[in-house]
């Protein structure tokens, strides 16, 4: 009883955030539930309200064919991406030390000015590329961000086409992630379940998010988010060495 209450907590929070920033349910939800447990584990409870939510995104706006036309490289990427890198979740001390370093390495990056931009002509070959390294690092963590949103943010769209960008990557990188954890057998019916039950916070968050959104400031926020995971992707790196 006293693991669901901390799983419907940790997917409120991870919803209020997503609600916020159109991101971050995965990472928040993984940084928080491999506290208590493996990412592994995480990633499976992960899975429902990721989808759910996700799609929710990715439908909000404006028909999304010819975003799937301009993305489809990177969501083909991600996919094979995350089924080869699959093995990595069966070595939960590495996934852990993993997931530490990439949510290190988002904060970092998040902090510094460091932006880029990707120029048309090579979307051709670095789309692939960033989706299947986004698959790899997700097998390994349960965290789609890294490198996808950079990726995504270096395309220089519009912010409502990004954000449904995101929606579109995310609920690629979670149906990969399931296809993956169910291939090793990780997803079991009793995780199924909670997972299920946990789309019932993760939505109230983001609505309650969506509506804190207008009342935020989003870059106060934002250094805020960057701090958690700092602290926490230092303390899980930490763990995996002890």
Known sequence: MDNFIYISGVFLIAGVVKGVTGMGLPTVAVA????????????????VPSLFTNIWQLFSGAPVYLLWERLRPMML???VGTLAGGLLLRNSGMATGTLGLALVAYALVGFS??????AVHDEHWL????GAVTGMVSSATGVFVLPAVPYLQALEMRKDDLVQAMGLAFTVSTM????????????????????????LPALAGMLLGQW???RLHPLVFRKCLLAVFLLTGAYLTLKSLS
């Open 113 to 118: 000015s460091l932006r880029w931009k990707v």
């Open 212 to 214: 804190m959104r207008k």
């Open 32 to 47: 928080l539930l491999s506290l208590v447990m493996t990412p592994m584990q995480a990633a499976g409870l992960l899975i």
């Open 127 to 130: 789309a692939p590329l960033a």
């Open 77 to 79: 990427g991600i996919c």
């Open 176 to 199: 990969a992630m399931a296809v993956s954890l169910a291939m090793q057998g990780a997803w079991q019916p009793s995780m199924a379940g909670i997972s299920f039950a946990a789309q």
